[in-house]
């Protein structure tokens, strides 16, 4: 299952820095056609060695194709909002942000946030743990945080409230509404980083959201594990209130556990598989499962009730034991 979520991650990598190639390819070869050596602000001969490296492999590439035009236009966007084969997908908080900010309710648009907002409330917050491309550098920084903490150095552990993190999306989309400017598309790491991404590549500069995705990852390894996941990201809550309703779950399996909190330890999200405590921040990513010496954590397809139930009965038969234990 690891494999499989790691290669979804760097197909979304993938994804992003072939996306600003994509492009710079296409202003290039428009450019010769026109016999002109500028467009849309970019000086063709401006390409450094690596770009020109890419572009000739693309170049090549495509020359073996019959349809170049449909390869290139195949996939464009970000993770902000993707266009794939023709078929748009946003992210939920990209329409909030249209919405609110723009005053604008644009039905294609929200049409579009379909797929990510069926798949949370199917599988929970698995854009999270899956597809988002901050998520992929946090984890690197929380295995540096976690080496570190083996070789004595303890970084802060600095906790706040998980409900921070609705406050901070209301606040925010109180704040696009009344000034008609949304701050999300500034904050949200997945939009952030495509833009940089995007920056870098075509443009060969970085903006300010560059120092702001440095800055989250020098305090995710200094201050707070996962801090802007677990209480500030706005695209996160979303997704949380999205989860909440979910169908696949991650459940202890009583008989086999020894709770010896290997589980615990492991979720990047600070949630507690060993107390069945998962709640609605749960991104299916199954690293308590991974690290389970006993198997004792599956994947169950599962209503919120139907968790609700086992929950009890878990409790119920801790409790019983305990009593068993006193009494003996
Ligand atoms: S909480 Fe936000 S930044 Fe973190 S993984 Fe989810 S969408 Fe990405
Ligand atoms: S409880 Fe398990 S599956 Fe859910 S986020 Fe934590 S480690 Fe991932």
């Given at each position: 299952?690891?494999?499989?979520?790691r290669?979804?991650?760097?197909?979304?990598?993938?994804?992003?820095?072939?996306?600003?190639?994509?492009?710079?390819?296409?202003?290039?070869?428009?450019?010769?056609?026109?016999?002109?050596?500028?467009?849309?602000?970019?000086?063709?001969?401006?390409?450094?060695?690596?770009?020109?490296?890419?572009?000739?492999?693309?170049?090549?590439?495509?020359?073996?194709?019959?349809?170049?035009?449909?390869?290139?236009?195949?996939?464009?966007g970000?993770?902000?909002?993707?266009?794939?084969?023709?078929?748009?997908?946003?992210?939920?908080?990209?329409?909030?942000?249209?919405?609110?900010?723009?005053?604008?309710?644009?039905?294609?648009?929200?049409?579009?946030?379909?797929?990510?907002?069926?798949?949370?409330?199917?599988?929970?917050?698995?854009?999270?743990?899956?597809?988002?491309?901050?998520?992929?550098?946090?984890?690197?920084?929380?295995?540096?945080?976690?080496?570190?903490?083996?070789?004595?150095?303890?970084?802060?552990?600095?906790?706040?409230?998980?409900?921070?993190?609705?406050?901070?999306?209301?606040a925010?989309?109180?704040?696009?509404?009344?000034?008609?400017?949304?701050?999300f598309?500034?904050?949200?790491?997945?939009?952030?980083?495509?833009?940089?991404?995007?920056?870098?590549?075509?443009?060969?500069?970085?903006?300010?959201?560059?120092?702001?995705?440095?800055?989250?990852?020098?305090?995710?390894?200094?201050?707070?594990?996962?801090?802007?996941?677990?209480?500030?990201?706005?695209?996160?809550?979303?997704?949380?209130?999205?989860?909440?309703?979910?169908?696949?779950?991650m459940?202890?399996?009583?008989?086999?556990?020894?709770?010896?909190?290997?589980?615990?330890?492991?979720?990047?999200?600070?949630?507690?598989?060993m107390?069945?405590?998962?709640?609605?921040?749960?991104?299916?990513?199954?690293?308590?499962?991974?690290?389970?010496?006993?198997?004792?954590?599956?994947?169950?397809?599962?209503?919120?009730?139907?968790?609700k139930?086992?929950?009890?009965?878990?409790?119920?038969?801790?409790?019983?034991?305990?009593?068993?234990?006193?009494?003996?």
């Open positions: 299952m690891q494999f499989v979520r290669s979804i991650q760097a197909l979304v990598v993938l994804v992003l820095v072939a996306i600003p190639f994509l492009y710079l390819y296409n202003v290039e070869r428009y450019a010769r056609q026109n016999f002109s050596y500028s467009l849309a602000g970019k000086q063709i001969s401006d390409t450094e060695w690596f770009q020109r490296q890419i572009l000739d492999y693309i170049d090549g590439a495509l020359a073996k194709t019959e349809n170049p035009d449909k390869i290139i236009s195949a996939i464009s970000s993770p902000w909002s993707i266009n794939i084969l023709g078929y748009n997908i946003s992210d939920p908080l990209a329409a909030v942000t249209l919405t609110i900010a723009g005053g604008n309710f644009y039905w294609p648009f929200l049409l579009s946030i379909l797929p990510l907002v069926i798949l949370s409330a199917l599988l929970g917050r698995v854009f999270c743990g899956w597809l988002c491309p901050f998520h992929f550098l946090a984890e690197i920084s929380n295995k540096l945080r976690r080496l570190f903490t083996k070789f004595g150095l303890k970084p802060h552990d600095i906790h706040l409230k998980r409900k921070t993190k609705f406050i901070i999306l209301g925010l989309a109180g704040f696009s509404f009344v000034a008609g400017v949304s701050i598309p500034h904050i949200y790491p997945p939009a952030v980083i495509s833009r940089e991404v995007f920056n870098s590549i075509f443009y060969g500069t970085v903006g300010f959201g560059f120092f702001f995705i440095i800055f989250l990852l020098f305090t995710e390894l200094t201050l707070s594990e996962r801090w802007w996941c677990r209480y500030a990201c706005p695209g996160g809550a979303i997704y949380a209130l999205l989860g909440s309703v979910r169908i696949l779950r459940v202890r399996i009583e008989d086999r556990c020894t709770l010896c909190v290997e589980c615990d330890d492991a979720c990047p999200f600070g949630l507690l598989p107390s069945d405590k998962t709640g609605m921040e749960c991104d299916n990513c199954g690293l308590c499962k991974k690290v389970c010496p006993e198997a004792a954590l599956e994947y169950r397809f599962m209503t919120y009730r139907g968790e139930k086992l929950i009890a009965e878990h409790s119920s038969n801790r409790k019983k034991k305990t009593r068993q234990v006193r009494g003996a």
